[in-house]
T-cell receptor, first 115, second 114 residues
């Protein structure tokens, strides 16, 4: 069964600093991996996804993530944090090889950006 | 592209009252549909999902139920609300293409049970 672990429930960075949000997954089959962002009182928005092919995936708002099979990781990065990046971030993995089953989400990491 | 509508946006209900939250999807056919709940300070909890009309899978036994009367309509209900039902309810969909796994989320409904 798939599972996702997000290290750090809260991460704080200074404006302009590197953003690194960590995600490790467990999967018995090749995974599909996702990062979502949630702003207060809003739904989740898809940031980026890894399915197959290139292991470095670029998403919206300047974020990117790298799939590392040997480390079972899919960390989210952004070179320079902006105040508008403050939000909750969720990592997710496709549960089974079937396309019908729901994604498995991590517990989320709250990103704070300090001016 | 798909659009997900949820209503109401906010709701305040007394304990013991019934509940009906509605989710409708535009821009795709035969989607998979999901209901999630976020309690304060906690992550996403999957409540129900549906792969087709009348097909409902329940993830967590509780006093909530779900129905899918039409292809792009998903309803979350309760006969008697509990205080613990308070939270942010999110509807999500996955497009019918089995090769695509990403889910798209609606704007959510904030439910407060008093």
């Amino acid at each position: 069964a798939q599972s996702v672990t997000q290290l750090g429930s809260h991460v704080s960075v200074s404006e302009g600093a590197l953003v690194l949000l960590r995600c490790n997954y467990s999967s018995s089959v090749p995974p599909y991996l996702f990062w979502y962002v949630q702003y207060p009182n809003q739904g989740l928005q898809l940031l980026l996804k890894y399915t197959t092919g290139a292991t470095l995936v670029k998403g919206i708002n300047g974020f990117e993530a790298e799939f590392k099979k040997s480390e079972t990781s899919f960390h989210l990065t952004k070179p320079s944090a902006h105040m508008s990046d403050a939000a909750e971030y969720f990592c997710a993995v496709s549960r089974y090889s079937s396309g019908n089953t729901p994604l498995v989400f991590g517990k989320g990491t709250r990103l704070s950006v300090i001016a | 592209s798909q659009t997900i509508h949820q209503w109401p946006a906010t709701l305040v209900q007394p304990v013991g009252s019934p509940l009906s939250l509605e989710c409708t999807v535009e821009g795709t056919s035969n989607p998979n549909l999901y209901w999630y709940r976020q309690a304060a300070g906690r992550g996403l909890q999957l409540l129900f999902y549906s792969v087709g009309i009348g097909q409902i899978s329940s993830e967590v036994p509780q006093n909530l139920s779900a129905s899918r009367p039409q292809d792009r309509q998903f309803i979350l209900s309760s006969k008697k609300l509990l205080l613990s039902d308070s939270g942010f309810y999110l509807c999500a969909c996955k497009m019918g293409d089995r090769g695509r796994r990403e889910q798209y989320f609606g704007p959510g409904t904030r439910l407060t049970v008093t």
